[in-house]
């Protein structure tokens, strides 16, 4: 089925069946630190008509918590407990999988991931704290890993390296069932409001190069987190509408949880790559950016 | 058909059908700085005896200049024109294809592809210059790239960085006709002798991941550098016997060139990777090291 424009008419019937609003965050709500055009006003009319507001970000970098932090920071009362981020989606994933926490936790990634883990009981190592190690490639060196690490986290990093990769490789390679987790795989994301830079998938693509094999993914496109966003706001997911910027983890994994779809083009996809022969992705709805929906409704 | 193990028998037929003995290097002649175990009588013993040798080398780090130096500290004699490199693979694709010289080459690897590029008249960018630049995550910052980059050319890369993925997804994105060319995808490679660890095939993969595009691969098992091979040296691919470590890349690019085969496994196959169900490249003959031609000459 093809999608159709946002407009007065089917935003009605929209609003009207839907009782939560899942939103991506960048490029959706916001592009790098800065918030998109009249998100703020859009986000208080939904409440303000009762209805619930999610939070779900494929971004690693941030834990629930600091998420919270930088909704605060951009006027938007958000709660944790609104907040459904892929690093919270990777300690949780250990967590429903009996994760024994005598093991440790490589990661390759933000220190939003060591944070949700340290939280559900776990060990984080590497991480941000690795940024700046080096491998000697002069001698015949053999490099010693932690033969306790029993799952390795992979998300967007800033700080990848060589060392990192290579620690990665040989846990999930050399320790017995170690288990290799991607947050996500987005190929690039908006790390600034100007540019897209490559994204998780980057990190995560190096690593099945390397070990040759794929990973566990927990955040978009994966309906992982689908089961506590369920419990948690005990609404079906036939009245949930997913918003996003992003047809292969946005739209995808609000089709694959059977929720009702809006793409906005505030962020990474533009209307042509929607239309495009090769795209077989179609939401239900699209439009410009979520305030639009305000001039809709006072339409 | 399944391999056999190389005996008195069959080696002597082989033997007196090849011409051309052509080596892989990494796990075949060395592993890391380390010469293994009766290379040098081995080669001596082949060249006594009219056979051409030649060295087939995914390795990219080195240009063919530094290889024969590498040989030379280890004690063989052999001559650049013997050797053949992804390095050097990498600047004769775009050699034969036409490369505008006023367009730059960005490197994601080492200072071999950078040398050879500059012997084939190009200019070359990136390498391990770019080893210790940084992206700034933290402003809204526009990333800005040389737009007369024309193509990407991605090897084993042990300072790989945020910075240098960065620059090559930009290239290969936003540059019309950029092209991503792959010197090889080895999943990991003997850089010691003690270790396997990650190869080329971990940053191509980076790039296969942020791009979504395949790359050009000039190294093995394409056999891309067979017409170079065959016009120096005159011979028949029916009368030459690739001998390497590699499933994936050296036996499939023997086979893909109509040559014979010779796995070894001094390098990263073991016997039981080769009997295992699940791999589906035969060579026509294996044995655990070179050297065990000087035994059967003699037996």
New interface residues.
Partial sequence: MSSQPLSAHNFKQLFHSVEAFLFDCDGVIW????LIEGVSQTLQMLRSNGKKLVFVTNNSSKSRAQYALKFQSLGIPVSQDEIFSSSFAAAMYLKVNNFPPQNKVYVIGGEGILEELQLAGFTGVGGPGDANKT?D?K?????EHDKSVGAVVVGL??????YK??YG??CI?ENPGCLFIATN?D??GN?????????A????????????KEPIVVGKPSTFMMDFLLKKFNVSCSKMCMVGDRLDTDILFGQNAGCKTLLVFSGVTTQSALEDPSNNIQPDYYTSKISDILDLTEA
């Fill in positions: 592009k790098g630190d800065e491998i490639f001698q015949n060196k053999f490099f990093d800033p700080n990848i390296n060589y990769l290579q490789t040989l390679r795989r190929s690039v790390m600034t409001s100007l540019q897209e830079w490559p994204g998938g980057c990190m995560v693509a190096a690593i099945c190069g390397s070990t040759q």
